[in-house]
């Protein structure tokens, strides 16, 4: 087994944050368009919790608009 020197570690250690800078840089626009999408499905839960609401008052008036239309309105 051969002695590796502290200069011979260093330039490896260098080699390596070279490495890991480059592939962050790499990632950062992945990183940064799961976090868009990740507030994107934020704003489609929030979007649909206000929406079922509406969609049963909507459906309740329809509701009520087809009996008037059959049975009231002879």
């Given at each position: 087994?051969?002695e590796?020197?502290?200069?011979?570690?260093?330039?490896?250690?260098?080699?390596?944050e070279?490495k890991?800078?480059?592939?962050d840089?790499n990632t950062?626009?992945?990183?940064?368009?799961?976090?868009a999408?990740?507030?994107?499905?934020?704003?489609?839960?929030w979007?649909?919790?206000?929406a079922?609401p509406?969609?049963?008052?909507g459906?309740?008036?329809v509701?009520?608009?087809?009996?008037?239309?059959?049975?009231?309105?002879?």
């Open positions: 087994m051969s590796v020197s502290h200069e011979q570690i260093y330039e490896r250690l260098i080699a390596v070279s890991v800078d480059r592939i840089n950062k626009g992945l990183v940064e368009a799961i976090d999408a990740q507030g994107a499905i934020k704003v489609l839960g979007v649909a919790s206000i079922q509406i969609l049963w008052i459906g309740v008036i509701a009520a608009g087809a009996i008037w239309q059959t049975w009231l309105k002879k």
